[in-house]
């Protein structure tokens, strides 16, 4: 038997960050140890042969997630992805990924886990958007900003990952580390008016 | 605050990103040759116009990738972002 010894960066706040609002406002949790891999293909890749080999359909664009079961696919940038699903033993999802990506894409392509970089925060609820926005510039309105959705930016400057999950609405906020209890905390500070 | 647009992102606040400089500034095609002076003005002079500028920035907090927008140095005008090496 393994013994889990990992800590993620949010768990002393994990109380606080449940404690807070409600159904009618807004809500938090982190999402611990969440896989993260990231792609990165040179300009000859071969991109849609990629998403065959990730069994995902191909993003309409930077910006976009494509989403099979719980695994997403982030499209950061041109030839930048990020693909992220639920806790497991990482290296599973790397080897994998790796392997496969070789045969699609050859030496174009790179897979590296960086599931250690990043926790996850997801922030839902009707205030979600409002929230947000005390530290974000980005327009999360619906005419702008939608399920299926990501960007990266600065949110109370701190660079993050945001992606959209449904239309409650609920923001997925992955951020770095060493941000992450600022920016929790930042969360809740943010959050006092609308949970009153 | 200058409102950027981004080739990949859309627009963005200025704070997202970092300066660059002049586009097209070629690197010289053989260095060992060039001269000091020549070598003095591929480094520090620059057009410096009163007008529509061609200038280089990166998006730093975004996607982190070079582009390069027409500037209009008086009025902070922004016209056609594009990604490096494709022209207008």
């Known amino acids: 038997m393994t013994v889990d010894v990992r800590r993620s960066p949010l768990a002393e706040l994990a109380g606080e960050l449940a404690a807070v609002g409600g159904p009618g406002s807004v809500r938090f949790a982190e999402r611990p140890f969440r896989v993260q891999v990231e792609l990165r293909a040179a300009a000859d890749a071969p991109v849609s042969r990629l998403y065959e080999a990730l069994a995902l359909m191909l993003p309409r664009g930077v910006g976009y997630v494509a989403s099979t079961g719980d695994r997403d696919a982030l499209c950061l940038a041109p030839r930048w992805w990020l693909v992220t699903q639920s806790p497991e033993p990482a290296p599973v999802l790397e080897s994998a990924l790796a392997g496969r990506l070789r045969t699609a894409g050859g030496a174009a392509v790179s897979a590296v886990d960086v599931s250690a970089q990043r926790t996850t925060i997801d922030v839902t609820g009707p205030n979600a958007r409002d929230v947000l926005a005390h530290g974000c510039s980005v327009d999360l309105h619906p005419r702008a900003f939608g399920p299926g959705r990501c960007t990266q930016t600065a949110l109370a400057k701190a660079q993050v990952v945001l992606q959209q999950l449904d239309r409650a609405p609920t923001f997925r906020v992955l951020v770095r580390a060493s941000f992450a209890r600022y920016l929790a905390e930042w969360l809740l500070d943010a959050a006092t008016e609308y949970v009153g | ?88």
């Open chain 2, 1 to 88: 605050m200058l409102y950027i647009p981004c080739p990949w992102c859309g627009p963005r606040d200025e704070t997202e990103f970092r300066y660059g400089g002049e586009a097209g500034v070629a690197y010289p095609a053989d260095p060992d040759a060039v001269d000091d002076a020549a070598w003095s003005e591929y480094l520090f002079v620059r057009s410096n116009p009163k007008g529509w500028f061609e200038e280089r920035w990166v998006h730093t907090s975004g996607c982190r990738r070079w582009f390069t927008v027409r500037r209009h140095t008086v009025s902070y005008e922004i016209r056609d972002p594009r990604p490096i090496g494709e022209s207008t």
